[in-house]
């Protein structure tokens, strides 16, 4: 039987510890892939900006510094193969950049490919008819509304083209827009020479690769019990081991800090998945619904019972246009009645610039600490025993004069506002471009992935065009494992439960302006209680939603977990927390029956 494939992932997203590759490589140098995934939503417009000063820019810096941090291990005889979709806007550019730093250090040999074909920037400016398949998915606005504005637009390839680049021999491959899970994906198909249309075991590699997409989420990062979690100031990124059949282990480097185990493996599960019978990727269409999860060891998690159906016959398109400016700035108000003051403070600010005639397309007051990322926000009732808050006034709108207007008017609160204001030496709010995000479909003849290998004196080495490596055969390595204690479960001061926080766990995030909030039962004796008190009416209300049609529940009895789908609850992107990383815990506080 072939031996697993070993994928470790060392980037979560552009900003994310760039030294964590060659830590994770120093610990586990037999890995056979390592990938980095730099792209969120909006990044490619932040590139945009970059890419309209430096033609040759358009592309996260950080991708060289990683490739430049591995130089050693390759040196050393190391062989593992990287894959990032680091290239941006412009992955030739990133590929001849990494190319040069390896010239330089003796590490020549290093074969580069890219992929590109997934700017559709052109396509969707010139249509002339705004067909269906180009209306924003979210809202259903025709395109027209926003194509003169487009600053990028982005198909979601898959995970082919990547394997074709690595059957060419690329050690490292530079792609741009694809979607996360098929870095890991095209690391599987090649190494265990599956066909495309093998559905199962793509799905298993896709549900592989949505684990391990955001680095050490899964390692027990941004968990329910974070608090519980061991050195946390060291902790490993993830690994996953896949079998031929696509199940699969997930664990972390040797003696690095955090957990692996399954309240961390299902939060990661149930992170922005929409549909969990019907997970979309471009390489296939994915069941949730009868995935099993076992611990089997320490910090090692076995996963299987991925189901597969075939991909859309679409791919999605992520653009992004030009919404005006906007500007943000806080202080600090201590003291008695320091939340009355700040919102005082903070609506008086709006109102001497509405006297003046400048109003906004979007603004808003928040005090931080009084509930600004729960929906329904804290009531001045609730919150007067506080004694301090952090006011936050936003602004937005197409004009970038009235938004200047508002930079200059926060500071005078320093002398003007309430007794105790402070937090003033980061100075005047800065005006900043906005970019919206456009989501929307096209269709996939309309696309042509391109995969182009750098020239180099060792792309001759080696053209292994099936496996990618010789296949080792034999069973993985025995180790000793101890299974962990249980996490703690926290209680009430009573010692009774509660509210949802003491049965579940829950993890929350965005799907352009709709939330995801996933919830998994603590123990399995609980899920039926979850599905009883946890409904649609009571979860609606907790957030402060009056209509039911925006709240959408799916079941995963096998997970013992729920899903919700919050529509349209991030309308407002000027919120501090207009990704719905907080509802998660919000809705944790939620009151049980």
Same mark, same amino acid.
């Given at each position: 039987?072939?031996?697993?494939?070993?994928?470790?992932?060392?980037?979560?997203?552009?900003?994310?510890?760039?030294? !964590?590759?060659?830590?994770?490589?120093?610990?586990?140098?037999?890995?056979?892939?390592?990938?980095?995934?730099?792209?969120?939503?909006?990044?490619?417009?932040?590139?945009?900006?970059?890419?309209?000063?430096?033609?040759?820019?358009?592309?996260?810096?950080?991708?060289?510094?990683?490739?430049?941090?591995?130089?050693?291990?390759?040196?050393?005889?190391?062989?593992?193969?990287?894959?990032?979709?680091?290239?941006?806007?412009?992955?030739? !550019?990133?590929?001849?950049?990494?190319?040069?730093?390896?010239?330089?250090?003796?590490?020549?040999?290093?074969?580069?490919?890219?992929?590109?074909?997934?700017?559709?920037?052109?396509?969707?400016?010139?249509?002339?008819?705004?067909?269906?398949?180009?209306?924003?998915?979210?809202?259903?606005?025709?395109?027209?509304?926003?194509?003169?504005?487009?600053?990028?637009?982005?198909?979601?390839?898959?995970?082919?083209?990547?394997?074709?680049?690595?059957?060419?021999?690329?050690?490292?491959?530079?792609?741009?827009?694809?979607?996360?899970?098929?870095?890991?994906? #095209?690391?599987?198909?090649?190494?265990?020479?599956?066909?495309?249309?093998?559905?199962?075991?793509?799905?298993?590699?896709?549900? #592989?690769?949505?684990?391990?997409?955001?680095?050490?989420?899964?390692?027990?990062?941004?968990?329910?019990?974070?608090?519980?979690?061991?050195?946390?100031?060291?902790?490993?990124?993830?690994?996953?081991?896949?079998?031929?059949?696509?199940?699969?282990?997930?664990?972390?480097?040797?003696?690095?800090?955090?957990?692996?185990?399954?309240?961390?493996?299902?939060?990661?599960?149930?992170?922005?998945?929409?549909?969990?019978?019907?997970?979309?990727?471009?390489?296939?269409?994915?069941?949730?619904?009868?995935?099993?999860?076992?611990?089997?060891?320490?910090?090692?998690?076995?996963?299987?019972?991925?189901?597969?159906?075939?991909?859309?016959?679409?791919?999605?398109?992520?653009?992004?246009?030009?919404?005006?400016?906007?500007?943000?700035?806080?202080?600090?108000?201590?003291?008695?009645?320091?939340?009355?003051?700040?919102?005082?403070?903070?609506?008086?600010?709006?109102?001497?610039?509405?006297?003046?005639?400048?109003?906004?397309?979007?603004?808003?007051?928040?005090?931080?600490?009084?509930?600004?990322?729960?929906?329904?926000?804290?009531?001045?009732? #609730?919150?007067?025993?506080?004694?301090?808050?952090?006011?936050?006034?936003?602004? #937005?709108?197409?004009?970038?004069?009235?938004?200047?207007?508002?930079?200059?008017?926060?500071?005078?609160?320093?002398?003007?506002?309430?007794?105790?204001?402070?937090?003033?030496?980061?100075?005047?709010?800065?005006?900043?471009?906005?970019?919206?995000?456009?989501?929307?479909?096209?269709?996939?003849?309309?696309?042509?992935?391109?995969?182009?290998?750098?020239?180099?004196?060792?792309?001759?080495?080696?053209?292994?065009?099936?496996?990618?490596?010789?296949?080792?055969?034999?069973?993985?390595?025995?180790?000793?494992?101890?299974?962990?204690?249980?996490?703690?479960?926290?209680?009430?001061?009573?010692?009774?439960?509660?509210?949802?926080?003491?049965? !579940?766990?829950?993890?929350?995030?965005?799907?352009?302006?709709?939330?995801?909030?996933?919830?998994?039962?603590?123990?399995?004796?609980?899920?039926?209680?979850?599905?009883?008190?946890?409904?649609?009416?009571?979860?609606? !209300?907790?957030?402060?939603?009056?209509?039911?049609?925006?709240?959408?529940?799916?079941?995963?009895?096998?997970?013992?977990?729920?899903?919700?789908?919050?529509?349209?609850?991030?309308?407002?992107?000027?919120?501090?927390?207009?990704?719905?990383?907080?509802?998660?815990?919000?809705?944790?506080?939620?009151?049980?029956?």
């Amino acid at each position: 039987m072939p031996r697993p494939v070993r994928i470790g992932n060392a980037h979560g997203f552009w900003g994310d510890r760039i030294e !964590a590759a060659a830590e994770m490589l120093a610990a586990e140098p037999d890995l056979d892939y390592v990938t980095l995934d730099f792209l969120a939503e909006v990044s490619m417009s932040l590139l945009a900006v970059q890419r309209s000063r430096d033609p040759k820019s358009g592309w996260p810096r950080d991708v060289v510094e990683v490739v430049r941090s591995l130089i050693p291990y390759w040196l050393g005889g190391g062989r593992c193969r990287l894959i990032t979709n680091g290239g941006g806007l412009n992955p030739l !550019a990133c590929a001849q950049a990494c190319q040069q730093v390896l010239l330089e250090a003796g590490c020549g040999d290093r074969v580069i490919a890219i992929v590109d074909g997934d700017d559709v920037l052109e396509p969707l400016r010139a249509e002339t008819v705004d067909a269906l398949l180009r209306h924003n998915l979210d809202t259903g606005e025709p395109l027209s509304s926003v194509r003169e504005r487009l600053v990028t637009a982005n198909a979601y390839l898959g995970a082919q083209p990547l394997a074709e680049a690595l059957s060419r021999g690329a050690d490292i491959v530079i792609t741009g827009r694809v979607a996360d899970p098929s870095l890991t994906v #095209a690391a599987c198909a090649h190494f265990h020479g599956w066909a495309w249309d093998d559905w199962p075991r793509l799905a298993g590699a896709t549900i #592989a690769g949505h684990l391990i997409e955001c680095g050490t989420q899964v390692t027990g990062g941004i968990s329910t019990d974070w608090l519980s979690v061991p050195n946390v100031d060291r902790i490993g990124f993830p690994i996953v081991e896949v079998a031929e059949d696509a199940s699969f282990f997930v664990t972390k480097p040797r003696g690095t800090g955090g957990w692996v185990n399954e309240q961390t493996v299902k939060e990661q599960l149930v992170y922005e998945i929409g549909d969990p019978g019907a997970y979309l990727s471009p390489d296939v269409t994915v069941s949730f619904l009868s995935l099993q999860v076992s611990e089997e060891g320490s910090d090692r998690v076995r996963v299987s019972g991925a189901v597969g159906r075939p991909a859309p016959a679409t791919y999605k398109v992520s653009a992004t246009y030009r919404g005006g400016f906007r500007a943000a700035g806080e202080l600090t108000i201590c003291g008695v009645d320091a939340v009355a003051k700040a919102r005082r403070a903070g609506h008086a600010v709006l109102e001497r610039l509405r006297h003046d005639g400048a109003t906004f397309r979007e603004s808003i007051v928040e005090c931080l600490g009084a509930g600004a990322c729960d929906p329904r926000r804290m009531t001045d009732e #609730a919150s007067n025993h506080l004694t301090e808050t952090v006011l936050r006034i936003a602004v #937005a709108d197409d004009s970038r004069d009235v938004v200047e207007r508002f930079s200059r008017e926060l500071m005078p609160l320093i002398t003007a506002g309430p007794p105790g204001t402070t937090g003033y030496a980061a100075g005047r709010p800065r005006v900043q471009p906005v970019f919206r995000y456009w989501p929307c479909l096209i269709e996939r003849d309309g696309i042509t992935p391109r995969v182009e290998v750098l020239p180099s004196s060792a792309v001759q080495r080696r053209q292994d065009s099936v496996s990618g490596m010789a296949l080792a055969t034999g069973d993985a390595e025995s180790v000793s494992r101890v299974i962990p204690a249980a996490s703690a479960v926290p209680l009430t001061n009573s010692g009774l439960r509660s509210r949802l926080g003491d049965i !579940a766990t829950a993890r929350s995030g965005d799907k352009g302006i709709h939330a995801n909030i996933g919830v998994i039962a603590r123990r399995a004796g609980d899920f039926d209680r979850l599905c009883r008190e946890v409904t649609v009416e009571r979860v609606a !209300a907790h957030l402060g939603i009056d209509d039911l049609d925006r709240v959408q529940r799916f079941e995963l009895p096998n997970l013992g977990a729920l899903n919700f789908v919050i529509r349209g609850i991030l309308t407002n992107s000027l919120r501090v927390d207009a990704q719905g990383k907080t509802l998660g815990q919000v809705l944790l506080q939620m009151p049980l029956t």
